[in-house]
């Protein structure tokens, strides 16, 4: 499959990272197909992206006169066979869950041409794994999108050892092409790329906050005003270049047999998940939330990221 023969895009799975692929994909043109088991999500979708694209008009990222238009692009189909017919490109955002990825992956080869491309939206499992079943897993491949998947630019594209380089090229152009910052993953790993960085940030953010070394709210603004100020502007091993290479491994050699290395979740971690205290999708999480405010949170957050995404990735 050649770049330009992909015209037609099924997007299986239409929550929270799925609704933001179609969007994407159908602001750059592509003609979209979705699907989703639940009745909800299928019956919300151009509701959830309309808001989405409204925040775009708002920081003039996109015409407000062409939200109708991208909407117009995305149908609900009632079956996932129905949404993958016809498709040069499937991505599934199913269920972070191996099994539910490997029983998808065997059944959609019935549904699709043996040129069409099938990606996972995975953020954990390699293509590897979820293919595992597949007759055909040349084709297969992961695109690792961030979310919100339709403003966070970057998306991992991580071929398995069996995925042609023609599927592996093909799906960074486009992704490219449809204005994400795509990054090639040479080789498969547990979490790719940036979630492994992101793990062992979290471990030591983790280790800090259970031991009371700074509060919550601190924590936060210390790592947002130096760290996230930081890589907004350069990678991380362009700032060693910039402090110096030799300062850094000299603070490395002193710090990092004193950083939290084990594999367990803290305590007070654990606790929160046993309370069902997960975050803004129940209501509180490491901060607590007022009910009513959350949508607010979340689109105070969307806003700021659409201006970096602005500021920063906008070729205009």
């Not at 869950?97 to 019935?110: C, M, N, P, S, Y």
């Not at 998947?149 to 092409?177: D, F, M, N």
């Not at 790592?223 to 091993?237: D, V």
């Not at 490491?286 to 070729?315: C, F, G, N, W």
Request: glycine share 8%; proline share 4%; with cysteine.
């Amino acid at each position: 499959m050649q770049l330009d023969q992909i015209r037609q895009i099924a997007v299986i799975g239409l929550g929270r990272m799925g609704h933001g692929i179609a969007q994407t994909f159908a602001m750059a043109g592509c003609q979209v197909h979705g699907f989703d088991e639940s009745d909800d999500a299928r019956a919300t979708v151009h509701r959830r992206i309309r808001g989405n694209l409204e925040d775009f008009a708002r920081n003039d990222m996109v015409d407000g006169t062409e939200i109708d238009v991208v909407l117009d692009r995305i149908v609900v189909a009632d079956t996932e066979a129905r949404a993958a017919a016809g498709a040069d490109f499937v991505v599934e955002a199913i269920a972070e869950q191996l099994t539910a990825k490997q029983e998808f992956f065997a059944r959609i080869e019935d549904a699709v041409a043996d040129t069409t491309i099938i990606a996972s939206n995975s953020s954990t499992y390699t293509i590897s794994e979820s293919g595992v079943n597949m007759r055909r897993p040349a084709r297969a491949v992961v695109t690792h999108w961030f979310n919100p998947p339709h403003i966070v630019p970057t998306v991992e594209v991580v071929p398995g050892p069996e995925t042609t380089e023609e599927v592996t090229e093909t799906t960074v152009a486009l992704h490219r092409k449809i204005g994400k910052l795509a990054v090639r993953v040479n080789a498969e790993i547990p979490g790719f790329l940036v979630n492994r960085v992101q793990i062992a940030m979290i471990r030591e953010v983790w280790d800090l906050y259970e031991r009371g070394i700074a509060s919550r709210e601190d924590i936060d603004a210390a790592l947002r005003g130096s760290l996230g100020f930081r890589l907004a502007a350069c990678g991380p091993l362009a700032i060693c270049d910039f402090g110096g290479v030799d300062i850094w491994a000299t603070v490395y050699k002193g710090l990092a047999p004193d950083l939290r290395h084990d594999a367990e979740v803290p305590e007070s971690i654990q606790k929160l998940v046993d309370a069902d205290r997960c975050g803004t999708r129940t209501g509180s999480g490491i901060h607590d939330y007022d009910p009513q405010t959350i949508d607010d949170v979340t689109s105070q957050r969307d806003e700021t990221m659409l201006k970096l995404a602005k500021l920063l990735y906008d070729p205009q």
